[in-house]
């Protein structure tokens, strides 16, 4: 099969319109099934399935201590930066008052979505959540619902026509002001730096690299014109809420690590995880769609997303220093090439109940067509213009 991959490849290179080289895929075998790394000169790595589908994978002692160590002087000496998402974006007014108006109806039948005749508390903070970044209780609902007297009849619900007489700029500076005050209440909660993994970058990142090739079996100039390392820091509360690294392909026509615009998608084929410090309490890493079906409706309504409530189904790995998780965000299609995202790679990371969280990813980005603009991605990547959802 590799073999009619790469002459595929080759009549693409022939045509003038080349893709990259066909993709490789490690074979998951069985859960609990060990293979064994070459990967540096001095000892071996075991690499562990820790799931078929999506295949994760996790590799003991892939970072020595005192690598760990090193990579987080190396961001802390570089300077970490409030880690934003999408929704940090701020939402421009739509008259010249200043103040925001909306469709009430068309929001209305946005929100409502079990479509009866009233908007509760978590319909309420589904649709927060995926508008403002805010990840509300019931409680912080009722308490909205008080300060802006929203609820005329006090049955801790809005009709329609409480809805439509609802001040839309006073909620949003509810919502801003709630963010503020509790950014732990955020879906993303930490700060992160990038560190340049290039020919002249520091030692143990050029090593981290070579690293990288051989565990993922991927061709050296892939994992060059990835992403640069992305080091995040969390303190107690910090977290990052189910999300995908990547996006479907036809999401957009743009990868956002070779032309970063307000329309471009993550093209993440693989994520590799490194935990840089043993975490006292809480931090771990959880993927809640394994053992079931993703399905994004359901995840939201029922605010399995939300990790500081939902850290403890599917998939769940504990941060231990120098340990790699690594996965699969796509499928490769029938040429080889980046395919379907997987829906149950959805993961995210659970609240640090005590000390602090150090983490690094390594994201293996991969263009549908191989001819870009390389001079322009490494523009982009310097100038740190890396900013789109939760890059």
């Not at 820091?233 to 189910?242: A, K, L």
Request: proline share 4%; aromatic share 10%.
């Amino acid at each position: 099969i590799r073999v009619w991959l790469f002459i595929s490849f080759l009549i693409a290179v022939a045509s003038g319109n080349p893709r990259h080289p066909p993709l490789v895929q490690l074979d998951p075998i069985r859960a609990g099934h060990v293979r064994t790394l070459n990967l540096v000169s001095d000892r071996v790595h075991k690499m562990e399935t820790l799931n078929l589908y999506p295949p994760v994978f996790g590799i003991e002692d892939f970072l020595e201590d005192w690598e760990c160590d090193h990579i987080i002087q190396l961001a802390k000496d570089s300077g970490l930066v409030p880690s934003a998402t999408e929704s940090d974006i701020e939402l421009p007014s739509n008259n010249q008052d200043g103040d925001m108006e909306f469709d009430a109806v068309a929001t209305w039948d946005e929100w409502n979505s079990n479509g009866d005749e009233f908007l509760d508390s978590e319909e309420i903070i589904e649709s927060m959540s995926e508008i403002s970044d805010a990840a509300m209780t019931p409680n912080d609902v009722m308490r909205m619902f008080k300060e802006l007297d929203l609820d005329w009849n006090k049955d801790n619900m809005l009709d329609f026509v409480e809805f439509a007489a609802s001040d839309a700029s006073a909620v949003d500076k509810f919502v801003k002001r709630f963010r503020r005050s509790k950014p732990w209440k955020k879906r993303r909660y930490s700060a992160h730096t990038w560190l340049q993994q290039s020919m002249v970058s520091d030692p143990v990142l050029r090593s981290l690299r070579k690293r990288v090739e051989k565990a993922t079996q991927l061709p050296k100039i892939i994992v060059e014109r990835s992403e640069p390392l992305q080091v995040v820091h969390y303190t107690v509360r910090g977290h990052n809420h189910g999300h995908h690294d990547s996006h479907p392909v036809n999401a957009a026509p743009d990868c956002c690590h070779r032309h970063v615009t307000s329309d471009c998608r993550l093209c993440r084929y693989m994520t590799l995880l490194y935990y840089l410090n043993d975490v006292s309490g809480g931090g771990e890493t959880a993927f809640p769609a394994i053992n079931s079906t993703y399905d994004e409706v359901e995840f939201s309504h029922n605010g399995l997303w939300n990790l500081s409530a939902n850290c403890n189904t599917g998939l769940v790995v504990k941060p231990r220093k120098g340990f790699a998780l690594v996965w699969y965000n796509h499928k490769l299609d029938e040429n080889g090439q980046i395919g379907e995202l997987i829906g149950e790679s959805f993961h995210g990371g659970c609240d640090v109940l005590s000390g602090e969280k150090w983490i690094a990813n390594n994201w293996i980005a991969i263009d549908e067509l191989w001819g870009y603009d390389e001079a322009k991605q490494h523009q982009d990547v310097d100038r740190g213009h890396l900013t789109h959802d939760d890059l």
